[in-house]
């Protein structure tokens, strides 16, 4: 498993996001999440952890990261040559990746891509926003060449990246979508995010009192 992430700088990552609710606001947003996601994915020991990260001179300073994570750079070039050199550098088998702006990932979504290339060639984890949060790719899929033509010339950041991409597949190869998820990108996706955590956490409360009776 593979998280793609930008090192935790104020004022360097979330972007979009700052615009709505300054760039403080967005750092803490994401400085937190990212610790977060990398708590909860790391416990798991189902599967192998890679960290790729930009820019690559801070893939190794300890004061960034968690120490049970392998850490890479990501390296030069677009988007798609990126998230290509990523899933081809890992240890033969299947390979997923993911972003780092999903507050809802958990270990359950991540297993369920995993399932899904025992019979598919690629999985997808779709986003609410047209594109996606997951990639991932079956071993005899994982060719460098064939995962920057998946990518080759794909609309990143808008409603057309998933459908760009899944008109880039090979027709041989067989895909799978999982869950559907929500990215935070800006003020209005964040104000929808707090307010489906505050809704998951009112149905808690009530399942627990339900039960105690």
């Keep these: 498993m593979i998280v793609f992430a930008k090192a935790p700088r104020y004022g360097a990552a979330k972007t979009r996001l700052a615009r709505g609710i300054g760039t403080l606001g967005a750092w803490r947003f994401y400085r937190v999440g990212l610790a977060a996601l990398l708590r909860r994915l790391g416990r798991d020991r189902r599967w192998r952890r890679v960290l790729a990260v930009t820019p690559d001179r801070l893939a190794q300073p300890a004061r960034f990261w968690p120490r049970r994570w392998r850490r890479v750079g990501q390296g030069p070039g677009d988007l798609g040559r990126r998230m290509a050199r990523a899933m081809d550098g890992v240890a033969a088998g299947p390979v997923v990746l993911i972003g780092a702006d999903i507050p809802a990932i958990g270990t359950a979504h991540i297993a369920r891509a995993f399932a899904a290339?025992?019979?598919?060639?690629?999985?997808?984890?779709?986003?609410?926003?047209?594109?996606?949060?997951?990639?991932?790719?079956?071993?005899?899929?994982?060719?460098?060449?064939?995962?920057?033509?998946?990518?080759?010339?794909?609309?990143?950041?808008?409603?057309?990246?998933?459908?760009?991409?899944?008109?880039?597949?090979?027709?041989?190869?067989?895909?799978?979508?999982?869950?559907?998820?929500?990215?935070?990108?800006?003020?209005?996706?964040?104000?929808?995010?707090?307010?489906?955590a505050k809704g998951r956490a009112r149905t808690g409360r009530t399942r627990h009192r339900t039960k105690r009776k």
């Design 117 to 196: 290339l025992q019979a598919a060639d690629l999985v997808f984890g779709p986003a609410e926003d047209g594109g996606y949060w997951l990639v991932g790719a079956r071993g005899r899929a994982r060719r460098r060449r064939s995962l920057e033509r998946l990518f080759a010339a794909v609309r990143w950041s808008t409603w057309a990246a998933l459908a760009d991409t899944l008109a880039n597949q090979p027709p041989t190869w067989r895909h799978a979508l999982v869950d559907r998820l929500a990215d935070v990108d800006d003020a209005a996706a964040l104000a929808r995010a707090r307010r489906g």
